[in-house]
């Protein structure tokens, strides 16, 4: 079987909410009588895990374009349309080639500061694991992503894994 190497790579500076293009302002509706003001619940922070979690969701269900969709949206990375449509035309590719996404696994989760972070990630295809790297920058509450990897280089997963700091011996 042909093996196909895999690399896909956006190098994206820290990414910033984009702002939605508004309507055409609506007619006032009528005022209705006051009620009192219930304060909104906060909404949750978005994590690493979350937008991974939903980025795999997507494609477990063959749906790529949905996928990186959610994946970039209201970062740089989005900006760059034609990276974005070779992202998703390389991934469909490699779903061929490699199988069907069953699942993932977070395998290893590397900061750099308070604010930097990567996430390594194995996708379980039918025929053969990839391996993902999500790079995220910490924007108030949130994690955004910056960068992403993905390639077939497992035997480098076991370099990775071995570069995680040890507990110090007391």
Aim: hydrophobic residues 45%; proline residues 9%.
């Amino acid at each position: 079987m042909k093996k196909l190497f895999l690399f896909l790579a956006l190098a994206a500076i820290p990414a910033w909410a984009a702002k939605p293009i508004s309507e055409a302002p609506k007619p006032a509706a009528p005022a209705a009588p006051a009620e009192p003001a219930i304060p909104a619940a906060p909404a949750e922070p978005e994590t690493p895990e979350k937008t991974i979690t939903r980025f795999f969701a997507y494609l477990q269900r063959r749906e790529v374009d949905q996928a990186y969709d959610q994946l970039t949206r209201g970062t740089k990375i989005a900006e760059r349309a034609e990276d974005v449509k070779m992202l998703k035309s390389k991934t469909k590719d490699a779903i061929a080639v490699y199988g069907t996404v069953q699942g993932f696994e977070i395998i290893a989760s590397k900061r750099v500061g308070e604010r930097l972070m990567r996430q390594t990630v194995i996708s379980l295809g039918k025929e053969f694991p990839l391996r993902w790297r999500f790079y995220f920058y910490k924007v108030g509450d949130n994690w955004r992503l910056i960068d992403m990897r993905v390639d077939d280089r497992l035997a480098a997963l076991f370099d990775e894994l071995e570069e995680q700091p040890k507990p110090e011996a007391p």
